[in-house]
């Protein structure tokens, strides 16, 4: 196996923005939707304003200076490479922490907080709350490569993140995710094996008791509420995802149009952004990360990580280390701590937030990082 780690950075040749350009003006658009408002998906006026700022002011180089303002590398694990952030922090003692983003996110999510994680002295912290930030692409997902046969599903991920910090030196280290990077981190607890020493999450993950479903409280019904919207109005994408990636990927690899409009009704849905994104989120940031997936060719391969294990996850094996939880009031579904315990059975820290949803590293990041000070400060 090649264990080599070669330094990176991202730039994308200028023939590719060129032919994003030609594509977005080129673009034949449908009809308006029936309504004046998301409920038919991303609205027509909103998704051209969109584009047309993608390709009169949006500056992909912008993106592309402030990720490589951190150090990057690619390595090889089980025959694919993998792209990661690995940014070290000025502290001596400070504690290796994994970050790790889910669909439709990137590692350009994670760009607000890496600093304020590595030097907190810097940004109104103690000394005692550094982390060393390590934060890998997803296989298939932007800069790392794509798999070319099944088998990465959460599993295997979780046990190539575990060998990429013990290849970075790091015996011990602590794990966090949102999405699929909750998904994956959970499993790093559950598998256990010997370096990881607590999780985070903001995106928790588990099955209702009984009685949350007979006699509901205001929290649980908040909880039950959410997974019915989620499974009759907000689903459809992982329901292609799961069974029919390559199929649904031809348009989103042809049509830069489709493929922000995919990731933008998520903006929509999933933000706390009461009706539009863009009160959440910026253009910019919402187009860094449509790009990424864009430029990199990453709807397909994305989207294989829901063939693989969207309704395959093990939720019945306990997670005995130590484990918090942030829970965003407008994540898809907030999950009760009540929900959460049979699975997670050393809850450490649990906190329940009045603002931000499911992008809560890249909507509210200043709250973000408190909570991964306050939880890993319990895990010392």
């Not at 094996?317 to 315990?341: H, N, V």
């Amino acid at each position: 196996m090649n264990s080599t780690i070669e330094p990176f950075a991202l730039e994308i040749p200028d023939s590719k923005l060129e032919d994003l350009r030609s594509r977005i003006n080129a673009a034949r658009w449908p009809e308006h939707q029936t309504t004046n408002d998301w409920s038919q998906g991303v609205p027509l006026a909103y998704l051209k304003t969109l584009c047309h700022y993608w390709v009169s002011e949006y500056r992909w180089r912008a993106f592309e200076a402030r990720l490589n303002r951190f150090s990057q590398f690619i390595t090889e694990i089980d025959s694919l490479d993998i792209h990661f952030l690995h940014v070290k922090s000025p502290e001596q003692h400070a504690k290796p922490l994994l970050l790790t983003h889910g669909w439709p996110g990137s590692v350009a999510e994670f760009l607000k907080v890496i600093e304020p994680l590595t030097d907190p002295v810097q940004f109104g912290g103690a000394g005692g709350d550094a982390f060393h930030i390590v934060c890998p692409s997803l296989p298939g997902y932007g800069l790392s490569g794509k798999p070319k046969a099944p088998g990465w599903g959460i599993e295997k991920i979780a046990r190539a993140w575990n060998a990429l910090m013990l290849r970075l030196g790091y015996q011990t280290y602590f794990a966090q995710g949102g999405d699929w990077g909750a998904t994956i981190t959970s499993e790093i607890g559950r598998q256990d094996l010997g370096a990881c020493r607590g999780i985070h999450v903001n995106m928790p993950v588990a099955r209702p008791p009984a009685q949350a479903l007979t006699n509901p409280t205001a929290e649980d019904q908040a909880a039950i509420d959410g997974f019915n919207f989620y499974r009759n109005w907000d689903s459809g994408y992982s329901k292609l995802q799961a069974t029919r990636p390559q199929t649904f990927g031809y348009g989103l690899a042809d049509s830069p149009i489709a493929q922000a409009a995919w990731i933008l009704e998520k903006y929509w849905s999933w933000t706390d952004c009461n009706g539009d994104p863009g009160n959440a989120l910026t253009p910019d940031e919402m187009l860094d990360n449509i790009s990424l997936y864009w430029l990199t060719n990453s709807a397909a391969s994305s989207g294989r990580l829901y063939w693989e294990s969207f309704t395959k996850q093990n939720l019945d094996d306990p997670i005995s280390l130590p484990m918090g939880a942030s829970i965003f009031p407008k994540e898809i579904i907030p999950l009760p701590k009540s929900w959460a315990q049979k699975r997670y059975q050393n809850i450490v820290y649990w906190n329940c937030l009045d603002a931000g949803g499911h992008f809560a590293a890249l909507e509210k990041p200043a709250t973000f990082v408190e909570e991964i000070r306050a939880c890993f400060r319990n895990m010392q």
